[in-house]
């Protein structure tokens, strides 16, 4: 099976032709880099996205957060769940472990407040 | 008097400030706006900026940080909260803030960092009523990233520029249902990535060739009507289509915003609405340089941050007299194909890099430069040419030694 994906790891967005056998990535092409061929193989057995999102703070602002890494794309929803109910104790800087846990990841904070 | 007085304190002030210090100077001042510095950078709270400059995906507001860090390091002074009013084209800066209220500044050199702004709703002249639920994608972005407001529910997006596409998938996991993208063109504006990651991983339609017609509702948003466009982007009758929704969030377009340019008399470029400047992004005004959106509007941000210190390095020079190179005078004409260059113009020998954008999607393309005597003195091949991607190429000095003018053309094959 042949597979047609956009690479999304960086703004150059490369065209991926991915040649699949048993479930496996057996071929690569159209990457510019080595991170095409891992991002090929992750889309097609496992495909993983980052989330950003806000946190509500205690004082009622809202500080913006990632995922520290990329989660499997299935628990996008379950993770926004996650992030909507949780709190932020100020003050906060940038990298401080917001939520532990999710998914595999540490939502962290990407601004200070 | 202050020797260097940078106006705008988001990514391209702050880059330009950086370069400045580096380059020997002390006595910058950046005025900002904004309660902080950061510029637009704040409310993008997506990732992947920073992995050309940084080598890292960094999200907007972290990328942003390392720029303010810097800035506070080297203890380059900041007022925020400042309104700038007035630029002339002696460099005599009129602003205004809370604590000195109206104020003036005599500057040796000035950087222009002002970004730009969305198009707005009032340029699309869309037929229909005036209802609420109607916002640019930045402003519905500020809502819900800076101030945790949802401006809505049911979602439809006009314009597939990134900032459409990236609050497609936000609104999207906030629990709204965004049931269209429509793009006039037939093609997105907007990083193939972003479509893959923030339409079809939600499975958002992209409507190409598709505009909003109509807007229905009195008092709040309760629908709109698209229809599909001919080639001439004209709304085909009997394609109309009626959806729902109480969002339409706009994504049509940012504009350089240069008040102060003008009122400087500084020269604009019809097609970018920003400066005309050459090489060391010097305005038409010795003295008064330019960077960033305000220029021209740029796909990343790591490239504004490249273009400014750009800009910061020549203010330097130019302050302290440091610059010795060779002048001339080499316009840069374009063939419409090739929509504009910046730099529009060359003043000095040396080797130059020349950043342009295309007026349509080409495929298999050359890009040339002729001179006045219609010599080729560039060429390259590329596979496909786009104008959401901005392109560059770097002219030797050798190139351009003779030439009175230059001419930037694009071969389809």
Partial sequence: MTRELTCIIC??????????????????????????????????????????????????????????????????????????????????????????????????????? | MTELVIIGGGPAGMSAAVAAYENGIRDILILERDKALGGILQQCIHNGFGLHKFGEELTGPEYAWKYEQKVQELGIPVKLGTMVLDITEDKVITATNEE?????????????????????????????????????????????????????????????????????????????????????????GGLVRNIEQCLNDFNIPLKLSHTVVKIHGRERLEGVTIAKVDERRKPIAGTEEYIPCDTLLLSVGLIPENELSKSAGVSLDRI???????????????????????????????YVSEESEIAGKSAAEYILGQNQAEKVHIPVKTDGKIRYTVPQVITEKKDISVFFRVADIYHNVTINVYDDKQEKVFSRKKLKVAPGEMESIVLKSAAFENAAELHFELEVN
Avoid: W
């Fill in chain 2, 100 to 188: 000195d209220g109206i104020f003036q500044i005599q500057a040796k050199a000035v950087i222009l960092a002002m970004g730009c702004r969305e198009r707005s709703k009032g340029a699309l002249n869309i037929p229909g009523t005036r209802p609420a639920g109607i916002y640019s994608a930045g402003t519905a972005q500020k809502y819900v990233n800076r101030m945790g407001y949802m401006p809505g529910k049911e979602v439809v997006i006009l314009g597939s520029g990134d900032i459409g596409l990236i609050m497609a998938r936000r609104m999207t996991l906030e629990g709204a249902k965004v049931h269209a993208v429509c793009e006039l063109m037939p093609y997105s």
């Fill in chain 1, 11 to 113: 703004p150059r967005g490369c065209g991926l032709k991915v040649e699949i056998e048993d479930g496996k990535v057996v071929s690569v092409t159209g990457n510019s880099c080595p991170r095409g061929v891992k991002y090929a193989e992750d889309e097609c057995c496992n495909p993983m996205r980052t989330i950003t999102s806000t946190v509500r703070c205690e004082d009622g602002r809202v500080i913006s957060v990632k995922t520290d890494r990329p989660i499997p794309k299935a628990k996008m929803f379950e993770c926004m769940k996650m992030i909507n109910s949780a709190t932020a104790h100020l003050p906060i800087h940038i990298g401080d472990v917001i939520i532990e846990d999710v998914f595999g990841s540490n939502v962290v904070a990407t601004e200070n407040a």
């Fill in chain 2, 272 to 302: 970018t609405s920003g400066a005309v400047v050459d090489q060391n992004r010097q305005t038409s005004v010795e003295g008064i340089f330019a960077c960033g959106n305000v220029l021209h509007v740029h796909d990343l941000v790591d």
